[in-house]
């Protein structure tokens, strides 16, 4: 069973708290943005600012104008700041369930 509100992923950007939302509309961009989850992972992990800022925008649901002062916002709260809570987020979106796999679950134990 789903959980609808299971992956809300917050980030604080400048004393601001942005919702990142698990949503089908937000894995496409990504995925179309990067080409896989994998590899917005490792852009996340290798602390790519242009990475978190495409993120960010698709899990907070920015339009365009909306998303175009996120680079300075991200710059200023930190990019070491947010790579744990995105990269976080990019795990919700692979498992938006919140459900663990057969697997993952027999080997918790």
Not at 47 to 67: C, F, M, R, Y
Not at 89 to 97: D, G, S
Request: proline share 5%; net charge negative.
């Amino acid at each position: 069973m789903s959980r609808a509100s299971f992956g809300q992923i917050d980030i604080d950007l400048g004393g601001e708290t942005i919702p990142l939302q698990p949503t089908l509309a937000a894995l496409q961009k990504i995925d179309r943005a990067f080409g896989s989850l994998r590899e917005a992972s490792e852009r996340v992990a290798n602390l790519s600012l242009d990475a978190l800022v495409t993120i960010i925008a698709a899990g907070a649901g920015l339009d365009a104008q909306a998303a175009k002062e996120l680079p300075e916002r991200v710059f200023r709260a930190g990019i070491l700041n947010l790579v744990g809570p995105v990269s976080e987020y990019l795990l919700v979106l692979m498992n938006p369930t919140g459900e663990q796999s057969r697997e993952g679950a027999e080997g918790k134990g």
